[in-house]
């Protein structure tokens, strides 16, 4: 099956400790996208990736970092300077070939901080 | 002003209702538009793309009027299953390469 994962589905971090979230396509889509969604909140964007070994800060990239060595593969690690970590971290692709294509997103992870 | 503004419910509605959401965009450059449903502790889904001569998909149709910058949603003989957030959601292309921007959501409970 074609999709997109995301692990774990639940995360608990420890103060002062950095935390890597999963997510993982074979959808051979081009472009990757970390959005984090708060209750009653909008999704917000964190960072984006258009090509493999390329990647842009979002509306809300610190305390975040990201990699994108391969372009199945688009990790987001949440540092410890990210002060109010906890919430709903959603990945997204999207294939780049034509400007109409949406993105698709994974079942995404709740991260906690105990 | 918010980039993307919708309806902030809840709807409460019964079975079989007709109901219709809206959404406005600041960036009179936003060149497409969709609509999204996210089940509770769900990542959304696509429901419909939105097309400006507009778009229906079964009971749903989707209006877009640019001149006003305005979105709508309408579910007609809404269901049990139709339950969930809806999200309005832009995309500028030119500048941010296939960024969304969204909605908060509008909260659709249907009940029996």
């Known amino acids: 099956d074609g999709g997109i994962t995301q692990s774990p589905k639940y995360l608990f971090r420890k103060e002062g400790q950095n935390v890597t979230l999963s997510c993982e396509q074979n959808l051979n889509h081009d472009a990757m996208y970390w959005y984090r969604q708060d209750p009653g909140q909008g999704l917000r964007l964190i960072y984006y990736?258009?090509?493999?070994?390329?990647?842009q800060k979002g509306d809300i990239a610190e305390g975040y970092s990201v990699s994108r060595e391969k372009k199945e593969s688009f990790p987001l690690t949440v540092t410890s300077a990210q002060k109010n970590p906890t919430a709903f971290y959603l990945c997204a692709s999207r294939y780049s070939g034509t400007k109409k294509e949406t993105q698709y997103f994974g079942p995404g992870t709740r991260l906690l901080v105990l | 002003r918010k980039e993307v503004e919708q309806d902030p419910g809840p709807f409460n509605v019964p079975e079989g209702a007709t109901v219709a959401f809206n959404c406005t965009y600041s960036n009179s450059a936003s060149q497409s538009f969709f609509w999204y449903r996210q089940d509770c502790r769900k990542e959304p889904k696509l429901l419909m793309s939105?097309?400006?001569s507009g778009n229906e998909d079964g009971r749903f149709t989707a209006q877009l009027n640019r001149a006003s910058q305005y979105i709508s949603l309408l579910i007609r003989d809404s269901k049990l299953s139709d339950s969930a957030t809806y999200l309005c959601?832009?995309?500028?292309?030119?500048?941010?390469?296939?960024?969304?921007?969204f909605g908060k959501g509008t909260k659709l409970s249907v009940k029996p």
């Open positions: 939105v097309y400006s």
């Open positions: 959601v832009v995309t500028n292309y030119g500048g941010s390469q296939g960024n969304l921007i």
């Open positions: 990736s258009q090509i493999v070994n390329d990647f």
